[in-house]
């Protein structure tokens, strides 16, 4: 999906909340709002909104002098995240039925504010999930599409939910035949994404390949994977795309075996599946509804 004109006030307001992330002083926060303003536009309503978006957030970081713009906000989201990891597997455990409550906490990763610097209860919030009502629900179809995969794709979105995608890996594995999963992430930093080097000593290397798509986007591009991500992306059997920023670069790939997991977090994105922000999906690009 392409840039909408609410997109570019939203690109705008993600400069602004650099600023207040990283405690900017006010000169230092104009001079990164004087650039954002300046690159809107050069926005191109061709591009999706993680294209258009990432050379704001390259300018910024060259201004900043930092590569990885919220590499603390990344480590702090990924402890937090960590310290379910216990909690969430023993959800799954003692669920009826493993491999739905593997999904939904997947799809909790995104709902999940691990970043935010409010105290809310983790362990309920993750636990509420497992009866939340999904606006698409086409968990069955993916269940039976895993079954039949030798080969499985997963695109990774922001850091912290790389604890829930390993243990949905992990519960994969464990519920059905020997397979393959690949876990694509971004090749450098951008936003709060995972990126290749968050992941150096990570245990998901013990149940996936780590993947360097290659993509230096938030959202995968496939004509900027590079090459060997993409002959694995079309030789999967099934793909695992989590977050919006996936959806937003993929949803033109009707005909893959492609499902997406996510909070829907932004009108032109409810717009886009007809519902509503705030909905859970779990959905089959091939289907409709």
Known sequence: MNIEPECIACIFNQALRVTKELDLNKEESKKILDTAGCMVSSFSFLKTPPQNATPMYEKIAQLLG????????????????????GYAKELIKKSTDPFEAATRIAVGGNVLDLASEFSFDL???????LSAEFAIDHMKHLKEDIKRSKKIVYLADNAGENVFDRLYIETIKDLFSDMRIYYFV???????????????????????TVVNSG????????????ESAKELFFDADTIISKGMGNYECLSDYKELTLYYLLKVKCQVVASSLSLNPGDLVCKSARKED
Request: glycine residues 2%.
């Open 123 to 129: 362990e309920e919030e993750l636990e509420s999930i």
């Open 66 to 85: 930092v590569e990885d713009i919220y590499k603390e906000q990344k480590l702090s989201a990924i402890k937090k995240a960590d310290s379910l990891y």
């Open 186 to 208: 971004r090749a450098r930093p951008i936003i709060n994404d995972i990126c290749y080097d968050d992941l150096k000593n990570d245990p998901i290397h013990n149940c996936a």
């Open 215 to 226: 993509v230096k986007t938030p959202g995968i591009i496939v004509e900027d994977l590079n």
